[in-house]
DNA sequence: TTGTCCAGTGGCACGCAGTGCCGTTACGCT
DNA sequence: AGCGTAACGGCACTGCGTGCCACTGGACAA
């Protein structure tokens, strides 16, 4: 195929396929479903060679989500670059708020996407296989963090994976409900609540994790605007 | 293959050509490689045919978790049977002692399993989904328990993931030193501890929320025979 | 302009997972 | 003894994913 051939030459010509393999991959998975959708189809539709589609994407699930690596990769950043003193709670915060950003780019995408993975079985697992991997990202930078406190692998495994659990509960409503554009502030929000659900200082915790504990609580409560409880 | 298909015919003979399909597949595996091993080899080594395997395991990846299922049902029983003034934190933690027990039943075979879905991406993927097959359970029962609360979802989804991070945690520490017999209470011990880490009562929780949390906590410290703290 | 390089493509063939189908076998039941 | 049936093995087929190779058309130098 000539025309295959002329896109791909230049990086915007590179994209540009990358995009029509997704949004057929997309089309077709929903019209006709996923099982009965070859990768076959999936290339014809988007006007090129069978062979190329594997040249874009490592299997037929990987057109689905195929920027998770990158998204991995950003939240990976917000962690290596923040500052030490910063509250654990604001940080797992802002990290997580990363991730709302990538869906609200293209809200379309990504219901479809949703809807995809919330009723296709494989789809679903490798979704669960994908979270996983978030969750593994926020529990190491944790642990680290909590290095000194004798339960702190344990706090870093339950507070890594309640964020990532809180987080998906939040997304996946918005992503339920059509991600309104009006509604990504009330799904920030619900996410955010969390924080008030993160366990507290540790048993033999010393002064200054206390203080730091009253600290991230209070810049939580000052995030969701409400007062402090009576 | 006569021999094979006089084993398999009464229910005896079908448990035998399963344990000696799951045996040659994690041998098989472990020797060779997960990539490196077809079908045919599984076969082969158990000495049915072909055809067999996927009479007894939907895929290659499912000899290495064969019951999955039957662990998932076992749980849902826990939560099913479970006397509603039961507090929450001993409820999920008696459910997450079961499996604790199905993994204690054979622990050699469970830490070969485990070095296989530790090192085999494909293996921890689908070990990741199997894990969130497992925190859906716990979230669902949860939400039930939580419909009176307005943060009702949030602490289930939070809870739900939390122990289920804290189980596998314990869990996994106990089959990376090679599951000791001697070690299963410190890995009980090391689970249970999540219960001081879970949310407290919601910030508008009647009275009646609050008087089940300290009951809740007092009984866990009772289990873990520590002290209240001072 | 002409020749050379090369990144990207499409086609072909292959291995392997998983499934449907069918003939065969051996056990249980009458 | 004869029959029904459950489990088996073999065969053929679809589809995913990969290695290999020839081709194409743009970039660049002479």
């Known amino acids: 195929m000539t025309v295959a051939a002329r896109r791909g030459r230049s990086p915007e010509g590179r994209a540009e396929v990358r995009r029509d393999l997704v949004a057929a991959a997309v089309e077709l998975f929903l019209v006709r479903g996923y099982e009965d959708t070859t990768v076959d189809d999936i290339a014809a539709a988007a006007g090129v060679g069978r062979r190329t589609f594997f040249r874009y994407f490592r299997s037929k699930e990987d057109a689905i989500s195929p920027d998770h690596e990158a998204a991995l990769a950003r939240i990976a950043e917000v962690f290596e670059t923040a500052h030490p003193t910063e509250p654990t709670a604001t940080l797992v915060l802002r990290a997580g708020e990363t991730v709302f950003d990538i869906y609200a780019d293209d809200p379309r995408l990504s219901v479809e996407r949703y809807r995809l993975t919330h009723e296709v079985p494989v789809l679903r697992d490798r979704e669960s296989a994908s ?29 890594g994976a309640a964020v990532v659990a809180a987080h998906n509960l939040a997304l996946r409503a918005w992503l339920g409900a059509g991600a309104p554009e009006d509604g990504m502030e009330a799904c920030r929000g619900r996410f955010r609540r969390v924080a008030g659900m993160l366990p507290g200082e540790p048993a033999g915790g010393d002064g200054l994790h206390a203080v730091t504990q ?6 939580v409560r000052l995030e969701r605007n409400t007062p402090p409880a009576p």
């Open 214 to 219: 009253r600290l991230e609580q209070a810049v």
């Open 131 to 159: 979270v996983d991997h978030y969750r593994r990202l926020f529990t190491r930078y944790l642990r680290r963090r909590f290095a000194s406190d004798p339960d702190g692998d344990l706090r870093a495994a339950v507070i």
